[in-house]
């Protein structure tokens, strides 16, 4: 990185690398990620933390009055990371003297790099278990999928699409099963009726186990896991007449559906994620502060159970089960009628779990030094003075 | 005369509060002996000291009634609540729970229970309405009813605690016959509940027989029994889970204190515990029949011989301290060493005096030991870091500003020190005696929050941050001052914005570790390292801030008057972040809201703006005059 001063000079000259690498545009940046911070805090309080998010933080533009785009924080955050890059390789002084102020800013653009990496392989979900119950199926806390299985008595084959996409006319092909999918609408919140719409454009006959015959899109609610999508698709099956079916994410039963002589189920629900591995809860504990109601820990003691062994571990706060990618926290608990405890640990998939620590290791180390060096200067100018 | 002035102001100063903390001391009958029980309340075993001050403290907002010390308050409304029934101890801030009760403003807001009781069935239905709505979607009067409420339970609660003693009419002997059965003195008409307890094995004797008659075949001697009998079983149940938890039960494993009702209907046959309540009884007869020595006795009886049954608790290791503690105020010693160097500072600047700078920073460094004490008794008091709520953390920003200031003192030996120790350590610790009123401010902690690794690290390094910007930014104002008071002395400027400079990076480096430490305790504990949560943002916007002022300077965007501006700003970012969130009610961290924060935040965001624009407008007028002039 360290380039020939006069190679250095020469895309200095350019005005937009100059401009990219200016410490300016760096204050710039570092006030209007001030900024979003502050809205995007203070709007949490009346669209809750997930549209926040969405919205200021996960976002390249806002759209002020639905009209004026304001550029959101992921656009920051890349404008920052290439001025950090450009800093990097064209103002900074390769000294000794310089070394903490160099190291801060690598950590600062891995911390960037780490943060986009969480963004895009981060995916998180639960699994809840009863006491000596196993599973290897975690279920996502917001993102939903369409799924079909075929009916059968023994294991059971699932292929879903990830309903984050479904827009009109987007086509879910499920070939190997002789079907295919069309969607037609799909709202990411909405209520079902067991009447038909008031719309008379509207009232047509769907395919639906629980009986609904219509969906009325709603606002998103402040917390996600409130929402609960519909949708109806148009179903295509070879020598068969096209039907429409409706599947709403509030059922609690599944579609069934004919093609030939098979009878396969559609159901539209919670995505799932299986694990290489199985996670069975021996017991869950609980203990309060004396004279309280105040819980003063949480334990879930579990077995990891993979083809090769099984192994035995205790999941509580602040310390939580990694295994592979996985990480399992202790979530909460709940205690049913009949007095049975279950456990709700959350599951985080994460392949770049380390790369926020690095970073933070990085940056903290290159302020340590930078601080250090100059406040040793303002001592040896202090004596000079003296 | 200046050496006069400075031994008036510390004199002054100590004569006022060691009136006051000595005056813990009731003239007529000492209470010492009791002051060591321990009690446990809200998951902690404390000494009755600092659980009688917690109380009167939750129903008034102050430690003392008046001048009766909370442990004399308390032992009257234990031992003869009539005598207290007319004390105005209940805090009511809303006019409108009084318009609910149907009771007249007072201007001290603080009513009795006498006063209190006329509208309690009003009080008890309007706080049931609100006890099931949301604890987030309380409104103010809503959650103001909901205190005054359970503050009027827990007093009538705290009156029924040792009623066992007291005799009473569901315990009269109506049948001569019964005396000598039960081989109590003939002499006394009613008896207390201890009394007929304490006959249980006779009694028991008695009705045993009973079963195999018919009722219509029982003696009247035989019926007054088994109405004594029904008496105490009914007594028992009503009287269960009763708050004041001082008796150790038998069982060593146990975590927990029983209340002496619990005490006497599960574990009476133990016979330290039979000891212990009849040594409780004999308080009673001591205390309403001003019998000191009596009282002394059973006292310290009582005490040595439940720390002894309880000595496997850590806690009670640490109750003498605790009493101490409570009765040193170091808060208050700490707070009035800082006004004092704070004033002599003042002075010396008027009227210059050598000896007064090494004044300053005597008084300053005895503060600091006392803060340094208090912060210390706390840690070993409750067996974890120092900081672990919001009251918590401005004691130890004060403290970390206080060692800030006394280093800066030692490196530059002009008064900057000084006067950053005094300031932070004065309105913080003032600050904080604000959030000390809702009650015991040494509390246990959730399960998330129950971690010392974390609770050492992270907090710590988050609120060393709060307390290097809140430097930077007295600071800041220190420059601003002596930009218009001194505007050619540009050795004390400069110095003065180095000492900024050096806070700012201090402030940047601690909210950065803080802030990146907090995300991988979240990545332990919610398997995610930033949620963008309020309180997480809160710390962003710190670091974000603290960067922003060294990149607009790196930059020449501004000068060391922007320098100074920026970083008297930073407090208001520093105040966002510590408290002004936990107002927006959201988020995992939403935790310390006090009511009436808002307000206070607001008029102090105005009047920093304020002087930010007059001085900020004042000096650059005045630069660009010399300008134009040269």
């Known amino acids: ?386 | 005369m200046q050496r006069s002035i400075a031994i008036g102001i510390v004199l002054t100063g100590i004569l006022l509060l060691t009136t006051n903390t000595f005056a813990d001391q009731s003239e007529h009958f000492k209470l010492d002996a009791i002051k060591k029980i321990p009690v446990l309340e809200q998951g902690r075993i404390k000494p009755l000291d600092t659980y009688v001050r917690n109380i009167l403290l939750q129903f008034s907002g102050k430690t003392k009634y008046k001048q009766t010390p909370a442990l004399e308050w308390m032992a009257k409304l234990l031992w003869t609540p009539e005598d207290v029934a007319q004390d105005k101890v209940f805090l009511i801030n809303n006019p409108e729970v009084l318009l609910a009760l149907g009771v007249l403003p007072d201007p001290h807001r603080r009513y009795s229970f006498s006063q209190l009781t006329k509208g309690f069935h009003q009080l008890h239905e309007l706080a049931r309405a609100a006890g099931q709505i949301p604890d987030k979607e309380r409104s103010i009067v809503e959650k103001e009813l909901l205190r005054v409420y359970d503050n009027l339970i827990l007093y009538i609660d705290l009156t029924y605690c040792l009623r066992f003693s007291v005799p009473h009419a569901d315990f009269v002997i109506n049948e001569p016959g019964v005396y000598a059965k039960l081989q109590l003195p003939e002499d006394q008409k009613e008896f207390s509940f201890l009394d007929i307890v304490l006959k249980a094995d006779l009694i028991k004797a008695m009705t045993d027989s009973l079963e195999k008659k018919n009722a219509e075949q029982w003696t009247l001697v035989e019926k007054d029994v088994f109405r004594l009998l029904t008496n105490l079983y009914q007594w028992s149940l009503q009287y269960r889970n009763m708050p004041f938890k001082i008796i150790p039960p038998s069982d060593q494993k146990r975590e927990d204190l029983l209340s002496p009702w619990d005490a006497i209907s599960d574990e009476f046959k133990t016979p330290a515990i039979r000891e212990e309540i009849s040594a409780l009884n004999t308080l009673y007869y001591a205390f309403t029949h001003g019998r000191q020595e009596d009282f002394d006795r059973a006292g310290y009886g009582f005490v040595e011989s439940v720390l002894a049954r309880a000595k496997h608790f850590r806690s009670i290791k640490f109750l003498s301290l605790e009493i101490f503690y409570n009765q040193l105020k170091s808060f208050a010693w700490a707070q009035l060493f800082y006004i004092l160097a704070m004033i002599l500072f003042f002075v010396n600047l008027f009227k210059p005096n050598p000896k007064f700078g090494p004044i300053s920073l005597a008084l300053i460094i005895g503060g600091f030991l006392f803060h340094t004490f208090a912060v210390i008794s706390r840690i070993l008091i409750m067996g974890r870091p120092p900081v672990t709520n919001l009251y918590e953390t401005f004691i130890f920003v004060a403290w970390v500003s206080v060692i800030f200031g006394i280093l800066s003192e030692f490196i530059n030996r002009r008064g900057l020190g000084i006067l950053i120790a005094s300031v932070c350590g004065f309105i913080l610790l003032l600050i904080a005696g604000k959030f000390s009123t809702e009650g015991d401010t040494l509390r246990v902690m959730g399960a998330v929050l129950n971690s010392n690794f974390w609770l050492s690290t992270h907090v710590i390094a988050i609120t060393t941050g709060y307390a290097g910007c809140c430097v930077a930014g007295v600071i800041g104002h220190i420059y601003l001052i002596q930009a218009l008071v001194k505007p050619r002395d540009t050795q004390q400027l400069d110095m003065t914005y180095k000492f900024i400079m050096g806070a700012v990076g201090f402030g940047l480096m601690m909210s950065f570790l803080g802030t990146v430490l907090g995300g991988i305790w979240a990545d332990q504990s919610w398997g995610r390292f930033w949620g963008w949560d309020p309180k997480e943002n809160g710390a962003l916007m710190i670091v974000l801030w603290c960067s922003i002022i060294l990149h607009a300077k790196v930059s020449d965007l501004i000068g060391p008057l922007g320098v100074a501006v920026s970083s008297a700003l930073g407090i208001l970012v520093v105040a966002w972040a510590w408290f002004g969130v936990n107002l927006l009610s959201v988020g995992l961290h939403s935790y310390g809201f006090t009511s009436g924060v808002a307000t206070n935040l607001i008029i102090f965001v105005i009047a920093e703006l304020l002087f930010l624009m007059v001085t900020g407008f004042i000096i650059t007028q005045r630069k660009l005059k010399w300008s134009f002039l040269s």
Request: proline share 3%; hydrophobic share 40%.
């Open chain 1, 1 to 386: 990185m360290n380039l020939r001063p006069d190679v250095r000079r020469r895309l200095l000259q350019i005005p937009i690398v100059q401009y990219f690498s200016s410490v300016k545009l760096a204050v710039l940046c570092l006030l209007m990620l001030l900024f979003l911070t502050l809205w995007g805090t203070i709007d949490q309080v009346n669209n809750g933390l997930y549209l926040a998010q969405q919205k200021f933080f996960y976002s390249w533009f806002i759209l002020l009055y639905d009209v004026l785009p304001v550029p959101g924080a992921q656009l920051v955050m890349w404008v920052l990371f290439i001025n950090l890059a450009l800093v990097a390789i064209l103002r900074f002084e390769y000294t000794w003297t310089k070394a903490g102020h160099l190291i801060t800013h690598l950590g600062l653009m891995s911390f960037l790099v780490a943060a986009f990496v969480t963004f895009k392989l981060c995916e998180e979900s639960y699994l809840t278990l009863r006491e000596q119950e196993t599973s290897n199926v975690s279920t996502a806390y917001h993102d939903w999928e369409l799924s079909v299985w075929k009916e059968s008595a023994d294991t059971k084959n699932v292929t879903a699409y990830d309903a984050r996409n479904f827009q009109f006319g987007k086509v879910l092909d499920f070939t190997e099963h002789g079907f295919s999918l069309i969607v037609k609408d799909y709202f990411s919140n909405c209520n079902a009726y067991a009447s038909p719409s008031q719309d008379s454009s509207k009232r047509v006959s769907y395919i639906n186990a629980s009986g609904i015959k219509s969906l009325r899109k709603m606002t998103l609610q402040k917390e996600p896991e409130k929402n609960l999508p519909g949708g109806t698709f148009i179903l295509k099956r070879a020598g068969v007449e096209d039907v429409l079916v409706l599947l709403y994410g509030g059922e609690t039963k599944e579609t069934p559906i004919k093609v030939g002589q098979e009878t396969y189920f559609l159901s539209l629900r919670l995505k799932r994620s299986a694990m290489p591995f199985s996670i069975k809860l021996l017991d869950f504990r609980m203990e309060v502060h004396p004279a309280t109601e105040l819980a003063r820990s949480y334990e879930s003691e579990v077995e990891v159970q993979t083809p090769e062994m099984n192994r035995r571990t205790l999941i509580s706060m602040n310390n939580p089960l990694r295994h592979k990618d996985y990480t399992f926290y202790q979530s909460s608990y709940s205690i049913d009628e009949q007095g049975r405890e279950s456990s709700t640990l959350a599951v985080v998939k994460n392949s770049g779990r380390l790369l926020p620590y690095i970073s933070c290791g990085l940056t903290f180390l290159g302020l340590l030094i930078h601080f250090g060096i100059m406040f040793l200067k303002f001592l040896k100018t202090k004596e000079s003075i003296g």
